[in-house]
């Protein structure tokens, strides 16, 4: 985790320190190494929540872009439960940013406990992700705009851990890699995959880096998801009609 509180203040690790667990107040360590990013780490015990996972350089650049007092917030459910969002926003949005393997359970758990929020997901942790996303992509038919397609398949894109999401998902196919070194220009735009389906296809959509960033620090939502519905219902409506 990025933040400990010490006397009372939050402050990131820094070697040698000790500092109190912002949610379960026990101690922990400073980890200062030059293996991982530096983080805090419970002393003797793994971390409080169990959704948390080992952060990386590419969770801290995103988080890097939204203001401290919105990283690592606790949110708190009416029966006590409590779980710490990677960023959330003034508006109640939820960004949590997804590195590693997660089950469907707990994929569906946090969205049932955050329920306003989107996922964003790291699309080079494995070397296939974006030879699948490129091998899906030829299966897609592109409608209303040039970047914006729906198919039959979102599994073949993004893998059937994330094909039925309830929150919009937006895959990041460039990593931790400054995007004007990005010898693909398609891998520059963030991927949305929209919950959802109109007439068995799931909605897709190429999507700027910095309208996410701006989106999610002035609204409730990023994207408006119903309009978006209907508009692709419309437009294979009027299709069907011509």
């Known amino acids: 985790m990025q933040y400990a509180l010490i006397d009372g203040v939050r402050q990131e690790a820094a070697p040698k320190q000790v500092g109190e667990c912002e949610t379960c107040k026990a101690t922990v360590i400073a980890k200062c190494g030059t293996r991982r990013i530096w983080h805090w780490a419970h002393q003797g015990r793994p ?4 959704w948390r996972e080992t952060e990386t350089l590419w969770h801290r650049q995103w988080k890097g872009l939204f203001p401290s007092d919105w990283r690592e917030v606790r949110r708190v459910a009416p029966n006590g439960e409590c779980h710490v969002a990677d960023v959330m926003t003034d508006h109640g949005l939820v960004l949590e940013f997804q590195r590693s393997h997660i089950t469907p359970d707990e994929r ?23 030879p699948r996303f490129e091998k899906g992509y030829t299966a897609r ?7 914006f397609f729906i198919t039959p398949f979102p599994a073949l894109c993004f893998g059937e851990a994330w094909a039925n999401c309830r929150v919009p998902v937006f895959f990041d196919f460039a990593g931790t890699m400054p995007i004007a070194q990005l010898p693909d220009a398609r891998r520059h735009p963030l991927y949305c995959m929209l919950p959802g389906r109109v007439r068995g296809y799931a909605m897709v959509f190429a999507h700027s ?4 960033v701006d989106q ?5 939502q990023v994207v408006l998801t119903e309009e978006i519905e209907q508009g692709v219902a419309n ?8």
């Open 47 to 50: 971390d409080c929540d169990p």
């Open 108 to 130: 569906i758990s946090r969205e049932v406990f955050y329920r306003n929020m989107v996922w964003v997901v790291d699309g080079t942790r494995l070397l296939g992700d974006w």
């Open 141 to 147: 038919r592109q409608i209303i705009k040039p970047g």
């Open 209 to 212: 880096r910095s309208d996410f």
């Open 216 to 220: 999610a620090l002035h609204n409730r």
């Open 235 to 242: 437009f294979l409506r009027n299709e069907l009609i011509a």
